[in-house]
């Protein structure tokens, strides 16, 4: 009976440092498109998503576009790294059931399924402290975007996503610099602001040319600004 102990003891200790070890968020394979885009929208993405598992489950799924427009003469500064335009469609959000879904701004953000868009942040005083890198992505109702043209003016593009966010400022998720363009579709942790970033390769055209396109993302996460 008393050798029975120490093996309990030594299994549960086994089990409670398998259960630290596990990371609170993984990624997996999503095999499909959700229903939500039009037509047109779907045509344009990957039918394999990022699924994004948390402690409660699914938290959420991104699909990127199969192809997005590159600028061919973009050259990075201090603020901006992506060679991407103001309303051009990059993806698919859904926000699972019950995930308690925040984007960058900590606005809780309903389940369903969501354009998104590339947006600059704006530079007009408001947003100081909000992040160093002005690259962001815009989420959208899915059913309010049906067209996947790019959306010519930041007004309607931010008007368009308050619909997500329910408040007078739009759903926004960050970009941050690519650091290592992933080889295939992996979740990062940023230990010191505890950001868990999804970094995924998708297709760019660049004058005709085809060239990859990382994106990282902060699916979990918030500013502190």
């Not at 309303?87 to 809780?108: M, S, W």
């Not at 960050?174 to 390769?201: G, Q, R, Y």
């Amino acid at each position: 009976m008393s050798a029975r102990i120490p093996l309990l003891a030594t299994l549960a200790l086994g089990a409670a440092l398998l259960g630290a070890a596990k990371a609170p968020y993984e990624i997996s394979a999503a095999k499909g498109l959700p229903e939500g885009p039009s037509k047109e929208v779907a045509a344009l993405l990957q039918s394999e998503g990022h699924q994004v598992s948390g402690p409660k489950g699914v938290y959420c799924t991104v699909w990127l576009a199969k192809s997005v427009d590159v600028k061919p003469t973009f050259k990075p500064s201090l603020n901006l790294k992506y060679p991407l335009t103001n309303g051009q469609l990059i993806g698919l959000l859904q926000v699972a059931d019950k995930a308690e879904f925040t984007d960058f701004r900590k606005q809780p953000i309903k389940p369903g399924v969501y354009t998104l868009r590339y947006a600059k942040q704006p530079e007009d005083g408001n947003h100081i402290g909000t992040s160093e890198v002005y690259d962001f992505l815009v989420a959208i109702p899915a059913k309010d975007d049906a067209d996947p043209k790019m959306i010519g003016t930041f007004t309607t593009l931010a008007k368009m996503s308050a619909k997500a966010s329910g408040t007078s400022h739009p759903a926004i998720i960050s970009l941050l610099p690519v650091e290592k363009p992933a080889a295939k579709a992996a979740l990062e942790h940023d230990e010191e602001k505890d950001f868990w970033i999804l970094n995924a390769t998708t297709g760019g055209k660049a004058d005709k040319t085809d060239v990859p396109m990382s994106l990282r993302l902060v699916v979990v996460g918030a500013s502190e600004g």
